[in-house]
């Protein structure tokens, strides 16, 4: 009985390593993937902004240098040309930043940054697109939030990315609200919590981790209409990407709570950043990961 026990056991002993052997290898290949990637995702991204620069730099000169010469019809041609080189740059510009995020190599120059003042900023991106949808944007209690050690450009990504999901997925007539707090966290310390929420389709519980990985969509990407800041607005999937990846570079945390997708309800979603306002991890990672 005894010399069975320890057969059984030793058998037992020898699967788990086995298992935990296949497990790691599975886990190093996921890596490697995520790396190729990555690596893919940046090469593309340097091989697309030259053509693009270029193409953007002669419409302008056409615009520029001959308008008397050009019909209307072509002016808005033109135009057009411009505002979607403007476009495709901005999806540039985004995996070149998650191509950074996974590398580690994020360029960080911290001071102390009123949220306000980024949160207006991203506001003026906004005041054409806002009333066009018939949408409002309200703020609630971010003039009284203490300052924070963060990168200004950086956190502009964060809140960019957030309301313009929120204008995205949020039908026409309906409200985004930005509210503010200071508190303690049991693992940050001091800290902010920023809130958008929206009246828009919500999101599925299923999804609510996922949609932060790179490239992660959640309904048909067929059906998403073209246009930034159109009702369903089709994008490259990085935008919350980008905003986990910022976040965690600066010690936070990001989230976000809805009651589950329904386009007919709108039972809305909420997305919470929480940041420390003098994290310990920024100035070790802004030292490292400076390019
Ligand atoms: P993109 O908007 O370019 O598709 P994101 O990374 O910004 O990529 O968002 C990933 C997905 O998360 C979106 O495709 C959408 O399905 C979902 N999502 C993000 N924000 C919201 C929101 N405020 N309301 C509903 N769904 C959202």
């Known amino acids: 009985m005894y010399e069975q026990v320890r057969q059984f056991n030793e058998q037992l002993e020898q699967r788990v390593q086995q298992r935990t ?11 490697q993937l995520d790396k190729t990637k990555s ?35 072509m002016q808005e041609y033109l135009k057009s040309i411009l505002t979607n080189t403007d476009r495709l740059h901005a999806i540039v510009n985004g995996m070149l930043e998650v191509a950074k995020i996974d590398n580690q190599v994020l360029d960080m120059h911290p001071h ?37 050690q963060a990168d200004p450009n950086l ?13 995205k997925y949020t039908p026409d007539g309906g409200s985004i609200t930005v509210t503010g707090s200071a508190l303690k966290d049991a693992e940050l310390g ?28 959640t309904g048909d990407i067929a059906l998403h209409s073209s246009g930034l800041t159109k009702f369903k607005g089709g994008g490259p999937g990085l935008g919350l990407a980008i905003a986990k990846g910022v976040v965690t570079a600066h010690g936070g945390k990001i989230w976000v709570e809805s009651d589950g997708s329904d386009e007919d ?3 809305g979603s909420t997305f919470y950043v929480r940041l420390p306002l003098k994290p310990n991890k920024i100035s070790k990672d802004a030292k490292d990961n400076t390019v």
């Open 112 to 148: 102390d940054v009123a949220i306000s003042d980024v949160v207006n900023e991203v506001h003026t991106e906004f005041t054409l697109s806002l009333p066009e949808r018939n949408l409002t944007l309200n703020f609630d209690s971010l003039d009284n939030l203490p300052t924070i």
């Open 39 to 73: 690596d893919f995702i940046d090469v593309a991204a340097h091989e697309l902004r030259t053509p693009l620069t270029l193409v953007k730099g002669y419409t302008q000169m056409i615009e520029t240098q001959m308008p008397s010469e050009i019909a209307p019809q």
């Open 155 to 167: 956190l502009f990504e964060v809140f960019y990315h957030l309301i313009t999901n929120a204008i």
């Open 21 to 31: 052997s296949e497990l790691n290898k599975a886990y190093h290949n996921l890596e």
């Open 190 to 217: 001091d800290a902010v919590e920023v809130s958008v929420r929206d009246t828009g389709i919500g999101i599925d519980p299923e999804h609510q981790e996922l949609i932060f990985e790179k490239f992660y969509q």
């Open 265 to 267: 309800k709108c039972p």
